[in-house]
């Protein structure tokens, strides 16, 4: 079983329609968890980060974390074409030296159609 | 704002050529990672270091080597490159407090011929 799992799309979504993601873990004590946007060609780039259970929201993304259930999922309000991206879960792993150490899952690519 | 730099952007080199990928970063990160990127196989890393000095192996570090000699430069080293090294490299960095994330470059697209 992989350690980070995402639905590897795509995932068409109308424009101005939200885009539901989701991304579940393995590791039961991880903490920290993070969602990259990036563009093709392009390298990853930080969206949101998310450390206690619940929603967060930042302008049209909401981040909802339940580690009971060891998932984090990402919403996309009001989807624009400029959102059509692969969109990357992120956990850090526990402890030691590797306590930063983040693993990636392997994506999951949005388009959004006008 | 972050700045991960990385030294090129594309580059081509020859099989048994040995491959210098440069990264610096201006944050006084204490945490530098490096990640190659494959269609299919998402993102894999490769070596990471926490201190001037220091590596930890990643997933998959045959066939390459890193150095970090002064805290905002961390180099990747592929000894002598092959074919199925060919691929995007990314540099990132993290602060060492717990649960920081991780700020990357823009990115090398290696090929080897």
């Known amino acids: 079983q992989k350690e980070v799992e995402q639905n590897s799309g795509p995932l068409s979504v109308p424009e101005g329609a939200i885009a539901s993601l989701n991304c579940t873990y393995s590791?039961?004590?991880?903490?920290?968890f993070f969602w990259y946007r990036q563009y093709s060609g392009k390298s990853p780039e930080l969206i949101m980060s998310?450390?206690?259970?619940g929603d967060k929201e930042d302008g049209r993304f909401t981040a909802q974390l339940n580690k009971a259930s060891q998932y984090v999922s990402l919403l996309i309000r009001d989807s624009q074409p400029s959102d059509s991206a692969t969109y990357l879960c992120a956990v850090i792993a526990s402890g030691g030296a590797a306590g930063n150490k983040l693993t990636f899952g392997g994506g999951t690519r949005v388009l959004v159609k006008p | 704002d972050v700045k991960v730099t990385q030294s090129s952007r594309y580059l081509v080199k020859r099989t048994g050529e040995k491959v210098f990928l440069e990264c610096v970063q201006d944050?006084?990160?204490?945490?530098m990672f490096w990640y190659r990127q494959d269609p299919g196989l998402g993102l894999r890393l490769i070596y990471f270091?926490?201190?001037?000095?220091?590596?930890e192996k990643g997933d998959i570090p045959e066939g390459y080597s890193v150095s970090r000699e002064k805290k905002e430069r961390f180099s990747l080293i592929l000894e002598s490159a092959s074919t199925n090294q060919t691929s995007m490299y990314l540099c990132?960095?993290?602060?060492?407090?717990?649960?920081?994330?991780?700020?990357f470059g823009n990115g090398t697209r290696l090929t080897v011929t």
């Open positions: 990132a960095s993290s602060s060492g407090q717990p649960g920081s994330p991780l700020h």
């Open positions: 944050m006084d990160h204490e945490n």
């Open positions: 590791d039961r004590v991880s903490q920290s």
């Open positions: 270091s926490y201190d001037v000095k220091m590596k």
């Open positions: 998310i450390y206690s259970n």
